[in-house]
């Protein structure tokens, strides 16, 4: 057989589809993406009666005593506020300053609580709280960049099992991004249009890598798939930044990613993941980025050739994830979609 690589548009990794890759060890079996078997810890900082692990709340949705979602400093933080901002030379070398914010937004005070078994109205007000957060840390002009992400599992790197996620303000924009950044500008130059709007417009058409949609966002198997049940969720209308969406599209927003929790739970058993939000970078035209969420299931290792090289190995192809978990419209939607591939 004739081996398939596939680019991703962005430019930022390419994908061969190789389905023996099916028969290696998954990292987790189903169901053991939990950290611990879910019941509530004394030792839990994030659990309600602990909160003297960390009693100043940036921001939070309740009373002090019966709230329901906390936003926390990271006790723990990769960069800081009272970080410098210098920047300076170590021989041929360069080293800068590591100003910036690392935030934590407990989700819920149930500490069992699996992001497979949010409501929509939970995560409204996880993605709600998140915008709130990137609006008020991009008024400091140190931040080049703030961004949302949340690891679930052992496997993907949560040291914690209570719900939670995490906001992050650098002082430069990350190398993916910058990547993001040329391809997109690079599009915009030679065909006027935005990426992003491009690749909605074709899989829309296209309908082979649709796993949900409504009338503001469209989830999609991405064409070149990194990861077994990668997803990716584009808004429709052109956005540079996740804190620009209005009320009405952060219920929508919520909508489509809990019905893509739901398909994951229904094919993998709630697996490790990473969710990561790509966001329009503070310095950046807001006509060249269009921002979007990444959810990257992690059921295998990291291999030589992906490290070394850029290149993934994936036994399951985009369109294949589509039919085992399924599309499906929002409701009063189905009149602007065809019934092709629809499960």
Known sequence: MTTKLRQDPMGRFAVVYEPGLARLPLLSGPGNGSVDDG???????????????????????????????????????????????????????????????????????????????????????????????????????????????????????AALSHPHSQILALPLVPPEVQQELWAFHRHQEHKGRCLACDIVHHETSARKRILAENESFVAMAPYASRHPFEMHVYPRRHQGFFESMSPEEQVLFSRIIADLMQKLQRVLAEPPFHMILFNRP?????????????????????????????????????????????????????????????G
């Not at 699996?114 to 007000?125: H, K, V």
């Not at 921002?291 to 291999?303: D, G, K, Q, S, Y």
């Open 282 to 342: 503070v310095p950046a035209e807001g006509s060249r980025f269009h921002w979007h969420m990444e959810i990257l299931p992690r059921v295998f290792a990291a291999t030589a050739l992906q490290e070394g090289t850029g290149i993934y190995m994936n036994p399951v192809t985009p369109e294949e994830v589509v039919k085992v978990a399924g599309s499906r419209p929002a409701q009063g939607f189905d009149d602007q979609i065809d019934d092709n591939g629809i």
């Open 39 to 157: 019941e509530q810890s004394v030792a839990c900082p994030f659990c309600p009666g602990n909160e003297r692990y960390c009693q100043f709340s940036i921001d939070q949705f309740g009373e002090k005593k019966d709230w329901k979602l906390r936003v926390i400093p990271n006790r723990l933080p990769f960069f800081s506020v009272e970080g410098g901002e210098e920047a300076f030379p170590d021989g041929i070398y360069d080293i800068n300053g590591g100003a910036g914010a690392h935030e934590v937004i407990i989700e819920s005070p149930e500490h069992g609580l699996t992001p497979f078994a949010f409501t929509q109205a939970q995560w409204c007000d996880i993605f709600t709280m998140t915008a709130r957060r990137l609006t008020d840390l991009r008024q400091d002009s140190r931040f080049q960049y703030v961004s949302f992400f949340r690891n679930f599992g052992v496997q993907a790197g």
